[in-house]
């Protein structure tokens, strides 16, 4: 890694630096958290998403909440509360579907 313009000695000292701060993993995870992206690759977004991991107690909460939103969506008829239920229908059918992968083994 010699730039050449550095004595031996402390391009020695420069590099014995560097390597312990690639070694710091907090200090790593700060500064990726501190650059600035404009749009998130696409293909990091799906791989996260495939590799979601819900819990049972956020699969639990998702589905009560679906059905206290289906209840009231046929009760009131309201449209912002059907498109509500609309959104997180979703969701919680591809938590419940993640978690009982989890649990098969699959």
Known sequence: MS??????H??????????AL???RRLDRRLRTLRVRRRPDPALVLARLA???????????????????????????????IWAFAALCPLTLYATFRLMCRWCGT
């Open 3 to 8: 730039i050449g313009r550095l004595p031996d």
């Open 10 to 19: 402390e391009q020695r000292i420069l590099d014995e630096m560097e390597r």
């Open 22 to 24: 690639r070694r710091d």
């Open 51 to 81: 590799g979601y991991r819900p819990r049972v107690w956020t699969a639990m909460v998702l589905f009560a909440v679906s059905v206290g939103l289906l209840v009231a969506g046929i009760v009131t008829s309201e449209p912002g509360v």
